[in-house]
């Protein structure tokens, strides 16, 4: 099923930076999360990207159309049968190939592959852009025949250390945020570049109307009209966040002399609370005493 074909683009687009997808799944349907809402509608609409959905049940070669049988050897559950999952991503493969794309990569969405992150999310677009087209293969059930992971797939991507039902939902949060990245998908190009991960660091936090909600106030420095001084505080806090969630993140990137400022600022800080957090006990005991 082609929803959109990646054909003449806005004299701005070069046609060879279309991202092509193929999705691979028994539930079609619910890729309609995608390519009927927001941004990744939007961009669909304006044939930044193209997506066919190929259901392997057109080549279970049954009258009851089944795509899955027991696993040798026993045990719960049923196993995706190789035969119809390489006819459909063959099938694929050529869609992507009419679709302009001048080759493909199949990804299998599993909990066994490689975590997906912002810097894979970066070199998969890069390559969609270079008319590189992805078949995402969907599993469901307890997975699919080995056999296929072997002949078949490129690359296995992961989430998390987490079981879903289907590969579905990851291939929409695969294909969502590489769409992002795309030109002319976000409304504001700066907006993907301030995203989480985009530097490095989780993102600073945001604040709009009202000034005053619940008795918090908005920062002062937001309200200042110094674009300066509201850079060097986004920076500040993104980098106070990315510390205490994901300290992970800072010891594997590289600090300019502007954060290592900041992070020093952020440690002086942190110590004058902990004194002032210290006195206070010191004086409350003293007190009931």
């Given at each position: 099923m082609e929803?959109?074909?990646?054909?003449?683009?806005?004299?701005?687009?070069a046609e060879n930076e279309v991202a092509r997808f193929a999705c691979v799944t028994i539930f079609p349907e619910m890729f309609s999360a995608l390519t009927q809402y927001g941004i990744s509608r939007r961009a669909l609409e304006a044939k930044l990207w193209s997506l066919t959905l190929v259901n392997p049940r057109s080549f279970s070669g049954?009258?009851?159309?089944?795509?899955?049988?027991?696993?040798?050897?026993?045990?719960?559950?049923?196993v995706m049968r190789p035969e119809p999952l390489l006819a459909a991503i063959e099938s694929s493969k050529m869609a992507l190939h009419a679709a302009g794309a001048r080759k493909s990569r199949v990804l299998y969405l599993s909990p066994q592959g490689r975590l997906?992150?912002?810097?894979?999310?970066?070199?998969?677009?890069?390559?969609?852009?270079?008319?590189?087209?992805?078949?995402?293969?969907?599993?469901?059930?307890?997975?699919?025949?080995?056999?296929?992971?072997?002949?078949?797939i490129d690359e296995e991507v992961s989430l998390g250390d987490f079981v879903l039902s289907g590969g579905e939902l990851p291939a929409m949060a695969l294909m969502d945020a590489v769409i992002?990245?795309?030109?002319?998908?976000?409304g504001d190009a700066a907006s993907a570049r301030?995203?989480?991960?985009?530097?490095?660091?989780?993102?600073?936090?945001?604040?709009?109307?009202?000034?005053?909600?619940?008795?918090?106030?908005?920062?002062?420095?937001?309200?200042?009209?110094?674009?300066?001084?509201?850079?060097?505080?986004?920076?500040?806090?993104?980098?106070?966040?990315?510390?205490?969630?994901?300290?992970?993140?800072?010891?594997?990137?590289?600090?300019?002399?502007?954060?290592?400022?900041?992070?020093?600022?952020?440690?002086?800080?942190?110590?004058?609370?902990?004194?002032?957090?210290?006195?206070?006990?010191?004086?409350?005991?003293?007190?009931?005493?």
């Open positions: 929803l959109a074909a990646a054909g003449e683009t806005e004299e701005t687009f049954n009258a009851a159309q089944t795509v899955d049988d027991r696993p040798y050897g026993g045990g719960p559950g049923m997906l992150d912002h810097a894979r999310v970066m070199a998969i677009s890069a390559q969609a852009r270079q008319a590189t087209g992805f078949v995402l293969l969907c599993g469901r059930y307890e997975g699919v025949d080995e056999r296929i992971l072997e002949t078949a992002r990245l795309l030109p002319r998908a976000l301030e995203d989480s991960f985009a530097a490095g660091l989780l993102d600073c936090p945001h604040y709009t109307r009202p000034e005053v909600f619940l008795g918090q106030k908005t920062p002062e420095v937001l309200l200042s009209g110094d674009h300066g001084r509201i850079r060097r505080w986004r920076l500040k806090m993104a980098l106070a966040r990315t510390r205490k969630r994901r300290p992970d993140l800072l010891r594997n990137r590289a600090i300019c002399a502007e954060e290592t400022q900041l992070l020093a600022e952020l440690l002086a800080e942190e110590s004058a609370e902990q004194c002032g957090e210290h006195r206070l006990n010191k004086e409350n005991s003293h007190e009931s005493d």
